[in-house]
């Protein structure tokens, strides 16, 4: 028997116009929104030719630095000096002094030995899984609700990709019992997770792997500049030590960059085998100045963590206490859990006519009936900022179906 001819280009054209249809269909059709502002507390949207400027609940600018005039300055001082690009990777052409500065300065903050800096977090986590992994027989177990980019340099790695339940120790310890054959066995969780807001017991889980000889990496992402001493991140907080950390000058620092942190051989080992690193244009210098002049306002800055803190649990009693699924919680993130997508996009709608950017959150981001808002709170949100969401959530708390029955 003869085989089909393959399909032709047009055919090809075709069926991916169909997966876009069907998105569409779906009513989970993205777009990319325009802003035209320079960022902080507030955005001016551009939609439907209209300028429009709403407070921004949706920004992971957790200590409010993106309009600090000294992070600002330091932007500016890097990209006079070394110019707006860094033309080539590191290990090709070098790297200007600036991301070497904000490495040497990372390190001794979170107090590791060693710190690499990357273009992205997105690529940190996949230059250190695929590392960590190696060239040997792995087993790669991650939390089930871990970011893509862990998830994504996990199948990078060519490890066997295991999935344990979230936050659970239980199925944690049968997951390793499952791998004990493979030569090497990573755990990967995140101290914060990014759509509830919650944290993982870390210590449990570090105790966990000492115990049965399993490597840990953390991905400290949203809690860098939020928990523990000076902002340092739970693992500081707890004191504990895993065997790398990742996580991103992007949101407490108000830059760009990725960061892994560890001891000095694991992040050589990441420099010579993170593919994600070397393959890749280093960051532009002025996020590499930006992220210095950050670390430099919150090493100065007098109980900023703790302002953000109290600031976010207010936000959190007074929604839980009008009725809202307000999962407990300590850090600035606060999803407000709806359920289903059409009730979500109503809201976010009714909120943004109120002056409130927060957009719906929906599935491939979370699973099905799990929609919500994501809630933010930052240090740059004034006390009316605050207050007026609060009323603006009050006032579309009656007659929400999928609401009512969650809460």
């Not at 070098?94 to 992205?120: F, S």
């Not at 109980?303 to 307000?326: F, M, Y």
């Not at 930052?378 to 009316?384: E, F, I, K, M, V």
Request: with cysteine; glycine share 10%.
């Amino acid at each position: 028997m003869g085989h089909e001819p393959p399909p032709t280009w047009t055919e090809q054209r075709a069926h991916l116009r169909d997966e876009l249809a069907a998105i569409t269909a779906a009513g989970r059709l993205r777009r990319r929104v325009e802003i035209d502002s320079r960022g902080g507390r507030s955005v001016i949207v551009r939609e439907n030719g209209t300028r429009r400027r709403l407070v921004n609940w949706a920004s992971n600018d957790y200590l409010g630095l993106a309009r600090d005039l000294h992070v600002r300055n330091g932007a500016a001082k890097a990209l006079r000096r070394y110019g707006p690009g860094a033309t080539a990777a590191r290990l090709l052409s070098g790297g200007p002094r600036c991301h070497r500065r904000l490495e040497e300065r990372l390190a001794q903050w979170l107090g590791t030995e060693e710190c690499l800096l990357t273009t992205t977090g997105y690529q940190a986590n996949a230059a250190a899984l695929v590392a960590l992994a190696g060239e040997v027989e792995c087993a790669l177990i991650l939390d089930r609700l871990c970011h893509a980019s862990l998830y994504d340099g996990a199948r990078l790695s060519n490890g066997q990709l295991l999935r344990f339940k979230h936050n659970d120790l239980a199925d944690l310890a049968h997951r390793l019992d499952q791998c004990e054959g493979a030569r090497r066995r990573l755990v990967v969780v995140e101290s914060v997770y990014s759509m509830d807001g919650d944290e993982a017991p870390l210590a449990a889980i570090h105790a966990l792997c000492r115990e049965r000889g399993a490597l840990l990496l953390v991905d400290e992402a949203h809690a860098l500049g939020v928990l523990g001493p000076d902002g340092r991140g739970l693992c500081a907080e707890l004191g504990i030590v895993p065997d790398l950390r990742t996580a991103t000058c992007s949101k407490a620092l108000a830059a760009q960059g990725g960061i892994i942190a560890g001891d000095r051989e694991l992040v050589e080992l990441v420099v010579n085998t993170g593919r994600a690193f070397i393959f890749s244009t280093a960051p532009v210098p002025a996020a590499s100045g930006a992220a210095v002049a950050a670390l430099n306002v919150l090493r100065d800055a007098d109980g900023l963590c703790d302002q953000l803190a109290q600031a976010s649990a207010e936000v959190r009693t007074a929604l839980r206490k009008q009725g809202w699924n307000v999962p407990e919680g300590r850090t600035p993130i606060i999803p407000v859990i709806i359920g289903g997508e059409e009730e979500t996009l109503a809201l976010a709608a009714k909120l943004r006519q109120a002056g409130h950017w927060t957009p719906a959150i929906r599935p491939p981001t979370v699973p099905p009936g799990q929609c919500r808002l994501r809630i933010t709170v930052t240090a740059g949100h004034t006390p009316r900022d605050r207050r007026k969401l609060v009323e603006a959530m009050a006032a579309n708390r009656g007659g929400l179906k999928s609401a009512d029955q969650a809460g």
